[in-house]
């Protein structure tokens, strides 16, 4: 090794599990010229699972990876890198450098036990970094995302208004979600152990998901896992920052969240009043709008935005059960808004984050941008490649799209995210 | 284009994923390539006649403006979705068929994919033949 940083992206779209896996370590590998690398990040869409599943993905990647290698990943909807756009096949991030120390946790049970398996992983990186002699700290942390519940005599539906009905339906929810793992994702509250626990990390987040948000998986070095935190904690000597943007804009629909669950997944009331009929009225839409065939196509266009000192983060919601909101993010009591979203918005979003490194000569880029951006953009994506090509030219950068993001720096605070574009640039 | 071309493998591709039913590359009055239709979603065969029927009508305008760079058409017909990408200066299109509550925005990245290999194949065939 003679100092100098590689880094390689790989591709396969082979669809065979193991064919795909062993291809992607090897387009990713060959940048490096025979360079051990640093660490391996894999994303795969979740077409494997019927065409060999994960395990044999897996085992392709570890006939190629040198043993070791610290790797982590996880299932996402889609991905972007340096060979152009994907809804299907399988990526890969490796790096290779000499001043970079490098340590992988995992946490499991995330849905059941958020905190501990936050500790747990959190605990694994610091200990196995400790002796670090670099300054600068990274943390990629990847969680299971929300999977939505399959409810027994109605199946999965984002819209049930009878009130009878939902009442039922989240009196279940604690069930599901101790007993089955099935339902909120919990990634707040494990990445705040998590950052309890390491301080003084930037840390960049993605929750992993699936095309419909039914199931994902986590990679840890040779597992598949489920409802785990996999997490990569680098100290390098090498320059960084992470930043997001998500370009929604604030509407004149204002109001006040005035009750929430303990929890703060799910709105009661807005404006002291139901929240769901008071959700229409705001908006100046009928009972039509909550069409069950609709809702899905329609409520990422109409988040709820809460203040967070100077920033505005979107709030999507779940469902609607009767009059309750389920969200897939913590809310709390106080004044909140509609954002509004539109495909030239979540374009513009990309061009004001490359902004924030239009100074800088990037070795390498991590972004993670939510999986509704890549369902609403459909081909109009190539746009934000395009942008990010811009900024990256012919070096490596890799966007993940999934289920959630976050981003925490030492100086600003932890931001949890939804319909985000979020990045980590290294350079020198 | 004939019913070996190597965009055939590019459609068996798309015809993998759940959520197309049917694909094809085809303009007015002609289809040009197209998978063995047995592995076609049984769900289309109830609406194929009137969405071949609408289909027609859509190439008519198609050959009217693809010249001019209509890039995508789509209609939808009984809970399906046809998706037009119209193959640059070309009057032929890549079709498919999907639900129409499919994740759409997840089709169009890989139509639009499947396209692309279909321009580099027919770059390809063009130069062979110069």
Known sequence: MNGELKAGVGLSRKWDAREAGREVAETALEKLDGEKPKFFLLFSTIHYEKYGGFQELLNGVWEVLPEGTPLI???????????????????????????????????????????????????????????????????????????????????????????????????????????????????????????????????????????????????????????????????????????????????????????????????????????????????????????????????????????????????????????????????????????????????????????????????????????????TLGNGVHAVRNILLDLYKDRPFLTVYSGGEGVYCPQKGFFYLQESIDMATFWR | MSSDDPILEVLEDLLKLDDIYACMVARKNMVSVIPDTSKFNPKIMDVWDIVSLAMKSVFAVIEEYASVGLDVMEFRLKNHSVLFFIIPETDNALVAIIPSLANKGLIEVEMENARRRIVEILKKEEMARA
Request: charged share 25%; net charge neutral.
């Open chain 1, 73 to 375: 990943g996880g299932t996402v909807a889609g991905f972007m890198n340096n060979y152009g756009c994907f809804a299907r096949g399988v990526t890969a991030l490796t790096v290779s450098y000499p001043n970079m120390d490098v340590a992988v946790g995992v946490g499991e049970n995330t849905k059941r036990n958020p905190s501990k398996a936050g500790n747990d992983c959190a605990k694994m990186i610091k200990d196995k970094i400790a002796t670090s002699s670099y300054h600068r700290k990274f943390l990629l942390s990847l969680i299971s995302a929300t999977e939505i519940l399959e409810l027994p005599g109605v199946g999965r539906k984002s819209v049930i208004r009878s009130k009878a009905m939902a009442r039922t339906i989240i009196s279940g929810f604690k069930l599901s979600q101790n007993v089955l793992q099935k339902g909120a994702g919990m990634e707040e509250f494990v990445l705040e152990n998590v950052i309890k626990e390491l301080p003084d990390f930037h840390l960049l987040h993605a929750s992993t998901c699936d095309d419909k948000f039914l199931t994902n998986y986590q990679f840890f070095n040779e597992r598949v896992l489920k409802n785990s935190i996999v997490a990569l904690g680098l100290t390098t000597d090498l320059n960084f920052d992470v930043n997001f943007a998500h370009g929604l804009k604030e509407s004149d629909v204002k109001f006040r969240i005035t009750d929430v669950s303990p929890d703060g997944q799910i709105i009661y009331k807005i404006n002291g009043k139901p929240a769901a009929s008071t959700l229409l009225e705001l908006i100046g839409y009928s009972e039509d709008f909550f069409d069950e065939k609709l809702f899905v196509k329609r409520f990422p266009y109409f988040p709820f935005g809460i203040k967070k000192g100077e920033y505005i983060l979107p709030r999507s919601f779940a469902m609607i059960l009767g009059e309750s909101i389920p969200l897939m993010a913590k809310i709390e009591t106080g004044e909140a808004c509609i954002l509004l979203a539109s495909g030239e918005k979540l374009i513009e979003a990309a061009k004001e984050l490359v902004g924030h490194f239009d100074e800088i000569t990037p070795l390498f880029g991590i972004i993670v941008s939510c999986a509704i951006r890549l369902m």
